[in-house]
């Protein structure tokens, strides 16, 4: 028997999905290339958004147009969400598979990868307690729930002898991280036993919430070079009054000093963020706000979302809804403030020399172009680094470059031979 899975949703799902194929391919099952050779498709879905929500749907939808005698599984976020609801409404849907259906599989270090080469998620938590009041994650995944320390250190130890050259950290809050433990250390002490693992890798930290960021971590990260100085804080907005409604205890102020005392630290420190429209009771002048952060924080990387109005959270019944054209059109005014000051911020690497994670050839039997990515470039989700003038270079492999120039948000970078860039 085979199955094919198609992965939707974000880096949390995406381990849920390796470990997944982990628990199939030991119970005899055995992963096919494509839908076409696959007995079984399964739709590994997002339930966090309305848009990730019907294209999960959608993707079931095609698939059972495609291949009407197979059988199709939806699984994750979604069928976890609304299994009832689902039962009922999409008989495309041969079954639903939430997540508590497979909650006892923990990350192993022996899972298939579904990362680019060289790089590997470790989800050190699962569910939240922050609460948010737009946000569904506490409804679909639960309450926070942390791994040992001793799970997640086998685990990286693992992965670190497959040659993965970094792992990222994945939660959806790592600040939070062994609050619920009885143990001390919280995420430092985690930190602090990985960076124990013997090897030259990079250890990238993603999605710490502002309201209580770690500022111990800054002193490992000044002692420890593996610990790099990439730093994924979702501030939201730059509103006080929509960061209440929000469930959010910072300000534009406190959240500058934040990132100001990151970079007083660390001048090479890149800083990503979220930031959402439209969520109600948001105003032209608390939009203004939002724009006046967006401009003194200068965010390396910034995405921003449209508010989703999600059922049974707090945030479905407030006042004051905004219009998705209007909520649209805000957004879009973000992302186009944002082009100059990323281009700004990636000019600072211009004439620099980083180590760069070599992931794909950029066309096949193009020679000497590859695609990777910087200490700066968090996977998938920020721009690239294009190897230019390269021989061959094996996939998954760090190699010296200097950067050269920008290309939009790409950084253009040479290797360098006996320390000196080929040109």
Known sequence: MTYFIDPFGCAKNQVDAENMMAYLNKTGWAAASDAAAADLIIVNSCGFIESA????????????????????LLAGCLAQRYSRELAESLPEADGLFGLGDWACLSGTGERPLLSLPGSA???????????????????????LKSRSVKELVEECKALLGRGIGELCLIGQDLGSYGRDLNGPGGLCGLLEEL???????????LYVHPDHFPLPIL???????????????????????????????????????????IRSRFPDA????????????ETQEDFELLLDFQQKASLDWLGCFAYSREEDTPAYSMKGRVAKKLAAERKSLVEEA??????????????????VLVEEKFAPGEDGLYLGRLPCHAPEV???????????LNLGA????QVTGRSGFDLQVRPKVNGISRR
């Not at 000044?222 to 929509?242: C, N, V």
């Not at 920020?382 to 061959?392: R, T």
Request: positive net charge.
């Open 121 to 143: 998620y470790v989800k050190i938590s699962e569910g939240c307690d922050n609460r948010c009041s737009f946000c569904a994650i506490p409804l679909i995944r639960g309450p």
């Open 195 to 205: 960076l124990g693992l013997e090897g030259d890798f990079w250890l990238r930290l």
């Open 53 to 72: 929500k019907q294209e999960s749907i959608n993707a079931v939808l095609a698939w059972r147009k495609h291949y009407p005698g197979k059988k199709i």
């Open 338 to 355: 944002q082009i100059p000051i990323t281009e700004r911020q990636m000019d600072r690497f211009i004439g620099r020399s980083f180590d």
């Open 219 to 261: 002193d490992l990260m000044e002692r420890e070079k593996r610990l790099l100085p990439y730093f994924d804080i979702p501030f939201q907005h730059g509103s006080e009054k929509i960061l209440r409604a929000m469930g959010r205890q910072g300000n534009a102020e406190s959240y500058l000093g934040l990132i100001k005392t």
């Open 270 to 281: 890149v800083i990503r963020s979220t930031f959402m429209t439209g969520f109600p009771g």
């Open 398 to 401: 760090r190699v010296p470059c």
């Open 382 to 392: 920020d721009g690239a680094a294009v190897i230019l003038d390269a021989e061959s």
